[in-house]
């Protein structure tokens, strides 16, 4: 099965607040980690990504931490706007013998709708 | 525009009624895959293709077949589709394997009664 779960499928924020989406892995030797964005009716859209050997990224209001001790990702947005809602996936790269540079490996998904 | 395009973006099919599902990326990219979605499931690797002629199986092959016999082509082929392979499906392209960022495509939802 797959490695990388999610906490939570749902979440509901008010516009304004920040919002945290989070995930689990299970694979110490993943080197990679990505977080997709998933409109309805839409192809996955890249979002931030971050490699093993950080701790934390920051892109446009998002940011991205990775706490490889207890194997957890998470995605934060500031200030949640109306058109962040929709579901988030984590993806990590999981290595094997048969596919050196890995593949993508992707969570179930979370929700995540944003309250006027 | 760099992009991933996929057609058809819906398909309604009968149960044995061969199809192909075809994607192209321009953007010179070696690695390929296709995912299927399903409620609760979320995104399963088909097929893969890390260049011209080289495919091998992901996580869910069975009833599926790929061709990369171009760079930037990389058809789903349906021999006999059945009606648990109505799904939504995504063909993505990145530069190498899982540790970069992959690029997918707006999806053909498959219908197959």
């Known amino acids: 099965g797959e490695s990388v779960g999610l906490h939570l499928p749902t979440l509901s924020v008010q516009e304004g607040d920040n919002s945290i989406i989070n995930c689990a892995y299970s694979?110490?030797?993943?080197?990679?980690f990505i977080w997709y964005k998933q409109e309805s009716g839409k192809g996955p859209q890249f979002i931030i990504d971050?490699?093993?050997?950080?701790d934390k990224r920051q892109g446009q209001r998002v940011t991205v931490l990775l706490n490889k001790t207890v194997k957890h990702l998470s995605l934060q947005i500031a200030a949640t706007q109306p058109g962040d809602s929709a579901v988030y996936f984590c993806?990590?790269?999981?290595?094997?013998?048969?596919?050196?540079?890995?593949?993508?490996?992707f969570g179930k998904g979370t929700k995540l709708t944003v309250n006027p | 525009e760099a992009q991933v395009t996929q057609n058809p973006r819906y398909l309604i099919t009968v149960t044995g009624k061969k199809l192909t599902v075809t994607c192209s990326q321009n953007?010179?990219?070696?690695?390929m895959s296709w995912y299927r979605q399903d409620p609760g499931l979320g995104l399963r690797q088909i097929y893969y293709s890390m260049n011209v002629e080289v495919t091998d199986k992901g996580d869910v092959p069975e009833g599926y077949k790929v061709s990369r016999k171009e760079k930037r082509n990389f058809p789903l082929i349906l021999e006999s589709p059945s009606p648990n392979q109505t799904s939504l499906y995504f063909c993505?392209?990145?530069f190498g394997g899982g540790n970069t960022e992959a690029f997918f495509g707006q999806g053909t939802r498959l219908t197959v009664v």
């Open positions: 993806a990590e790269n999981l290595i094997s013998r048969s596919m050196v540079l890995g593949k993508l490996v």
């Open positions: 971050i490699r093993s050997n950080m």
């Open positions: 993505a392209s990145s």
């Open positions: 953007m010179n990219h070696e690695y």
């Open positions: 694979n110490s030797a993943s080197d990679y």
